[in-house]
């Protein structure tokens, strides 16, 4: 194949410009601070991996054949354990890791042999790789508020509690999504990567996979986890899927095929990181903490913050574009993340990120009680 014709076939030629370079220039003009930058824009975790979690990637760093792509026993046992404490999922669930939960998201609707005439509802405040794995897959892709208004679905995306939005929805509102999804054979997939950064105990996240939702039958119904906001493993590329059996297995068998391998030393620190829930609740608090002091400076800022139950983020607007928000706030060095990244909806929105020391936290909000 010539170059020309490999560039003409490219799917970079279906996808959109990556959001991030379009913020290049708010973050240029935030790091010219006297006081230095402030990264609220991603959120990247900056706390220290838990010690037992690093002795367990270390310890197992000699080892030199091939792991296995569906997790030792010992991993799968470890998944099953945990999503048993935390669900209450039936003991036959499905579960398989995954190279952290982007590749996962990016990957699943063509692993699942979706392509041309097929459709994938995301919502319409969503996660921007929702919308490119569908892309890649060829299939049409349709935002909505409710998956339910999209006519001919092949799978939906749900994610709760919601990014960037920190929505969580109830146990009805997931109820009545699986009936849907039954009566329409959608395939229904959870994005669950927030499902322990919860910060009210009388209003905290339910997983599609708890049987008050689906009456402990998975058909259908896929939930994705990652390990990078519990417990600070964005740099290890940890995460999992659980649900319908015959749906994990179908994935499991292609994802052999295309070597999708969760490399031997991070299975052994998932393991670790798995069985142990005190380190959790540790960097929860901790983003709680951080959560109050940004509350009351962005507030005091003159916006408003809509939802942000749970999660990582503050959904804040000034009831302005959000470029113009991003410019304000650049010029107190702080670089948020515009709303419009996240749909048309989000376009007066930013979403400020509480993934950034106590001490840039703490310089964030006195920068924004004074103001420029």
Known sequence: MSTRRFTEASPNRRLPQFPWDRITSYRKLAGEHSGGLVDLSIGTPVDEVPQAIQRALSQASARPGYPNVAGSPELQAAMRHWLDRHTQVPEHVGVLPTIGSKELVANLPWQLGLGAGDVVAIPHLAYPTYEVGGLLAKATVVAASDPRDVEGVSLAWINYPANPTGEIASVDYLRDLVAWARANDVILV???????????????????????????????????????????????????????????????????HGGFIVPWPVQQAMIACLRDEEHATEQRLRY??????????????????????????????RDESCWDTMQYLAQLGILAGPGEFYGQAGANHVRIGLTATDERIAAAADRLRTGP
């Not at 905290?204 to 009456?215: A, E």
């Open 190 to 256: 959870s994005d669950e990567c927030y499902y322990q950064v919860w910060f009210d105990a009388n209003d905290w996240p339910t997983s599609v996979l708890d049987p008050r939702v689906n009456d402990g039958d998975l058909t259908g119904l896929i939930a994705a986890h990652s390990l990078s906001k519990r417990s600070n493993l964005a740099g290890y590329r940890a995460g999992f899927i659980a649900g319908d059996p015959h749906i994990i297995d179908q994935l499991w068998q292609l994802r052999r």
């Open 288 to 317: 709680g903490r951080r959560r109050e002091v940004l509350t009351e400076a962005v507030q005091a800022a003159g916006f408003r913050i809509e939802h942000s139950k749970a999660g990582l983020y503050l959904w804040a607007t």
